[in-house]
T-cell receptor
Framework: DGGITQSPKYLFRKEGQNVTLSCEQN?????MYWYRQDPGQGLRLIYY???????QKGDIAEGYSVSREKKESFPLTVTSAQKNPTAFYLC?????????????FGQGTRLTVV | AQSVTQLDSQVPVFEEAPVELRCNYS??????LFWYVQYPNQGLQLLLK??????LVKGINGFEAEFNKSQTSFHLRKPSVHISDTAEYFC???????????FGTGTSLTVIP
């Protein structure tokens, strides 16, 4: 089955540690996205990538980093510089033809700082 | 850039009653419009989308939405809700020439038995 796989589903991090969230897609999509979701705030864009080896900052990129070395993979690193990392993180991908245009989402990773 | 406003953060409705979830957007260019549903601790699932053509769009689970260009709205409706419709609903917009999505803050629909 084609889709987007995020892992792990739950992640606990100690303060001051970096942690990496995995996102893999087998939909052959060019574009991939990372969103952060907090209660009552909707989805906020962290980073997006339109093509391999290229990515752009979104609205809340500070304290996060990404890489896009392969078309299928777009890992997100939450660094110790992110002051309030506890949130639900969603990865998405998309391809832009006239009959689709929507984003496809993974099941999310819930990160908790302990 | 585009933006989306979902006017109601919470909507309680009795089972088998009709419901409308409101969405307004702003954009200086033509857009694509989407409604997504999210169940607790899960990702977003596409309900329906408007790309072009007929302004009345039908989606999964009996939902439909109407694109109104003059009012810049894309309200979601269902004539009779079920308990299983309890979830968070997000409206989103994308410029038809761009790759970024803009999401509303979500509407929490609670269906009361």
């Amino acid at each position: 089955d084609g889709g987007i796989t995020q892992s792990p589903k739950y992640l606990f991090r100690k303060e001051g540690q970096n942690v990496t969230l995995s996102c893999e897609q087998n939909l052959n999509h060019d574009a991939m996205y990372w969103y952060r979701q907090d209660p009552g705030q909707g989805l906020r864009l962290i980073y997006y990538s339109q093509i391999v080896n290229d990515f752009q900052k979104g609205d809340i990129a500070e304290g996060y980093s990404v890489s896009r070395e392969k078309k299928e993979s777009f890992p997100l690193t939450v660094t110790s510089a992110q002051k309030n990392p506890t949130a639900f993180y969603l990865c998405a991908s998309g391809d832009w033809d006239r009959w689709r245009a929507e984003a496809f989402f993974g099941q999310g990773t819930r990160l908790t700082v302990v | 850039a585009q933006s989306v406003t979902q006017l109601d953060s919470q909507v309680p409705v009795f089972e088998e009653a009709p419901v409308e979830l409101r969405c307004n957007y702003s954009s200086s260019v033509s857009v694509y419009l989407f409604w997504y549903v999210q169940y607790p601790n899960q990702g977003l699932q596409l309900l329906l989308k408007y790309l072009s053509g007929s302004t009345l769009v039908k989606g999964i689970n009996g939902f439909e939405a109407e694109f109104n260009k003059s009012q810049t709205s894309f309200h979601l409706r269902k004539p009779s809700v079920h308990i299983s419709d309890t979830a968070e609903y997000f409206c989103a917009v994308r410029a038809n020439t761009g790759n970024q999505f803009y999401f509303g803050t979500g509407t929490s629909l609670t269906v009361i038995p």
